[in-house]
């Protein structure tokens, strides 16, 4: 099964694919869609939302596994956050796969076995999950959304065979 991991932000918004199974991972990719402070909001909102249906197109996950985020301190931070989430969850929706939601706590117990495992932690765990050497570079970023995926795969929950394989046709809607 393979899986997409998305770690939303409106700056830089994580991806990474990884398949297999519990247990047995294989990296496919990872990278980030960075905006640029000149962009409007809605400039930005769109530029990652046609970069993630790239990355969907190309590499052709069966799950989007998405973080939670809990912001409590700068409501507008939250609110961006929420419209990338957003952006990643229509383009979930439009290629028809069904999303997964975790907190970051949950992650990191998944994948560190510490809730609060730090980013250099975390980062180093995904490294050595997917046996991935320090040639290849890795984004904090990019690193958390490898291990959304990871933490999705390693829940087992799986799809029913006809979703896995299955993608029904794009329908056209008209307002």
Do not use: W
């Not at 990278?31 to 052709?60: F, K, M, W, Y």
């Not at 419209?83 to 383009?91: P, S, Y």
């Amino acid at each position: 099964m393979r899986v997409l991991g998305v770690d939303p932000g409106s700056a830089v918004t994580g991806f990474g694919v990884v398949e297999g199974r519990p247990g047995a991972f294989r990296y496919v990719t990872a990278g980030c869609i960075r905006t640029t402070p000149v962009e409007t909001a809605p400039e930005r909102l769109q530029r990652i939302h046609s970069g993630l249906l790239r990355v969907i197109d190309e590499h052709l996950p069966v799950i989007v596994s998405l973080e939670r985020h809990f912001v409590a301190r700068n409501p507008q931070s939250a609110f961006r956050i929420g419209e990338v989430r957003a952006m990643a969850m229509l383009a979930a929706a439009q290629r028809s796969l069904p999303v997964r939601e975790y907190p970051p706590n949950q992650v990191k117990l998944a994948i560190a076995a510490f809730g609060h495992a730090d980013k250099t932690q975390m980062k180093n765990v995904v490294r050595r999950t997917l046996g991935l050497g320090p040639e290849l570079e890795l984004a904090d970023d990019a690193a958390d959304a490898l291990a959304l995926a990871i933490c999705d795969l390693s829940r087992a929950r799986p799809l029913r065979l006809r979703d896995a394989v299955e993608r029904p046709a794009r329908r056209e809607t008209h307002p």
